[in-house]
């Protein structure tokens, strides 16, 4: 099992940034997927970006492709989400989440943070 922490989130007003960060302790970092989803109050928690292992391989959902940037540092055992020109609709708790896996059209994560809520003002 994987134990992740997630930090960073905060009030921001639109068109501002921020940058999530999550800890991960437990198997070793380096061999799995990393990735962040989220969920907005009424609503299912919804993918957002993804990493390999490796760090070569990263897939955004179409929401926040552009905008966002996921990256890892395997030396620190921390997966990064960088946030740019945020919008309102970007309001939500987010969650870091290991070993992800693909199935069909859905990423699944297997260990799960958490949260750290994000709220942008309009």
């Known amino acids: 099992q994987v134990q992740l922490v997630e930090s960073g989130g905060r009030l921001v007003q639109a068109g501002g940034s921020l940058r999530l960060s999550c800890a991960a302790s437990?198997?070793?970092?380096?061999?799995?997927?990393m990735g962040w989803f989220r969920q907005a109050p009424g609503k299912e928690r919804e993918f957002v970006a993804v990493?390999?292992?490796?760090?070569?391989?990263?897939y955004y959902a179409d929401s926040v492709q552009v905008r966002f940037t996921i990256s890892r540092d395997n030396a620190k055992n921390t997966v990064y989400l960088q946030m740019n020109a945020l919008k309102p609709e970007d309001t939500a708790v987010y969650y870091c989440?290991?070993?992800?896996?693909?199935?069909?059209?859905?990423?699944?994560?297997?260990?799960w943070g958490q949260g750290t809520q994000v709220t942008v003002s309009s």
């Open positions: 437990g198997r070793s970092f380096s061999n799995y997927a």
């Open positions: 990493i390999s292992s490796s760090g070569g391989g990263i």
């Open positions: 989440a290991a070993r992800l896996a693909r199935y069909g059209t859905k990423w699944i994560g297997e260990d």
